[in-house]
């Protein structure tokens, strides 16, 4: 994963959100977040992978301003997140679709108005454009349209899991940020959200962040992955780069999916022709990656 700087012939594409030197802690003893910096690339999908309690989620709701950073600043389209004024946050969310970890679902709101929420508060849609787009997204997710009537306690796990994607997609959001979205999932559950996560990705043309424990997922759906280790991303390349580096902290990370990954075709395939030209991954890693 060397340090890959785009030439000047490659085009930049549009920076969307840049973490500059973001700390957090709980503890002053314990630093959780220290000096991260990353750059979210307008239209890519990135996976953040990370272990356990390393802040992955605390670093989703910094960049979404639902947490103040200790020190650092993230930009959103240029505009710094926690200097913005509550219209300008309003419409940051608007574009971002947020599926939380746990899907942290209204549980006393039925699945229309779970998904009916953001359109509620920020639009002035009528109740049968809530209700219609409400059955679209559900239909999106592969539920049925009459379940827009159902409680999060009638939804198995999986679905509550869907009725979240559904939510965070009902605003046709350019950007999606998913926390865990294949967490405590069945294998078929989560091929299903994963396959929907690659669908959004081209129907959408989102820019998505993803979360993720899960390794097949990563390297299936990502442009890019970023390993928060230690508190930074000294780690952030393609999957191609990832499955084949020999740093200890990527290796250690994903040495129990390694086997399967390094069988993954398209992986191999594009290990084989970064072997000639290390250079020529699609978007550039960030200032700072190895
Ligand atoms: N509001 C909070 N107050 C105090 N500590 C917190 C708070 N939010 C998170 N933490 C702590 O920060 C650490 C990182 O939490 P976070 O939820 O970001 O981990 P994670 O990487 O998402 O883990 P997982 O993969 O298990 O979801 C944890 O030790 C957690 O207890
Ligand atoms: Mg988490």
Same mark, same amino acid.
């Given at each position: 994963?060397?340090?890959?700087?785009?030439?000047?012939?490659?085009?930049?594409p549009?920076?969307?959100?840049?973490?500059?030197?973001?700390?957090?802690?709980f503890?002053?003893?314990?630093?959780?977040?220290?000096?991260a910096?990353?750059?979210?690339?307008?239209?890519?999908?990135?996976?953040?992978?990370?272990?356990?309690?390393?802040?992955? /989620? =605390? @670093?989703?709701? %910094?960049?979404? !301003?639902?947490? #103040?950073?200790?020190?650092?600043?993230?930009?959103?389209?240029?505009?710094?997140?926690?200097?913005?004024d509550?219209?300008?946050?309003?419409?940051?969310?608007?574009?971002?679709?947020?599926?939380?970890?746990?899907?942290?679902?209204?549980?006393?709101? /039925? =699945? @229309?108005?779970? %998904?009916?929420y !953001?359109?509620? #508060?920020?639009?002035?849609?009528?109740?049968?454009?809530?209700?219609?787009?409400?059955?679209?997204?559900?239909?999106?997710?592969?539920?049925?349209?009459?379940?827009?009537?159902?409680?999060?306690?009638?939804?198995?796990?999986?679905q509550?899991?869907?009725?979240?994607?559904?939510?965070?997609?009902?605003?046709?959001?350019?950007?999606?940020?998913?926390?865990?979205?294949?967490?405590?999932?069945?294998?078929?559950?989560?091929?299903?959200?994963?396959?929907?996560?690659i669908?959004?990705?081209?129907?959408?043309?989102?820019?998505?962040?993803?979360?993720?424990?899960?390794?097949?997922t990563?390297?299936?759906?990502?442009?890019?992955?970023?390993?928060?280790?230690?508190?930074?991303?000294?780690y952030?390349?393609?999957?191609?780069?990832f499955a084949?580096?020999?740093?200890?902290?990527?290796?250690?990370f994903?040495?129990?999916?390694l086997?399967?990954?390094?069988?993954?075709?398209?992986?191999?395939?594009?290990?084989?022709a970064?072997?000639?030209?290390?250079?020529?991954?699609?978007?550039?890693?960030?200032?700072?990656?190895?």
């Amino acid at each position: 994963m060397g340090q890959t700087r785009p030439s000047s012939t490659m085009q930049m594409p549009a920076t969307l959100f840049e973490l500059r030197g973001l700390c957090k802690s709980f503890d002053p003893q314990v630093p959780l977040i220290a000096d991260a910096n990353l750059t979210v690339y307008e239209g890519e999908t990135l996976a953040l992978i990370g272990e356990s309690g390393s802040g992955k /989620s =605390v @670093l989703l709701k %910094i960049m979404m !301003g639902l947490m #103040e950073p200790d020190e650092g600043e993230v930009l959103f389209r240029g505009k710094n997140v926690h200097m913005m004024d509550q219209p300008a946050l309003d419409d940051m969310r608007r574009q971002v679709g947020y599926v939380f970890q746990n899907d942290a679902l209204f549980d006393s709101m /039925s =699945v @229309l108005d779970n %998904i009916g929420y !953001g359109m509620r #508060e920020h639009t002035k849609a009528s109740d049968e454009d809530i209700l219609e787009r409400a059955q679209d997204c559900l239909e999106f997710v592969g539920l049925e349209r009459w379940r827009v009537k159902l409680y999060p306690a009638e939804l198995s796990g999986g679905q509550r899991k869907r009725v979240g994607v559904a939510r965070a997609i009902a605003m046709r959001p350019k950007v999606l940020m998913y926390d865990e979205p294949t967490q405590g999932l069945d294998p078929q559950s989560i091929t299903r959200i994963a396959n929907l996560i690659i669908r959004l990705q081209k129907e959408l043309n989102a820019t998505s962040v993803i979360v993720t424990h899960d390794m097949r997922t990563a390297f299936t759906a990502a442009d890019r992955i970023a390993l928060l280790h230690e508190g930074r991303f000294e780690y952030v390349g393609s999957p191609a780069q990832f499955a084949y580096h020999d740093a200890e902290p990527v290796k250690e990370f994903i040495a129990d999916a390694l086997e399967e990954i390094q069988e993954l075709p398209f992986l191999q395939a594009a290990h084989q022709a970064s072997r000639e030209d290390v250079t020529q991954t699609q978007i550039p890693p960030s200032p700072g990656a190895v």
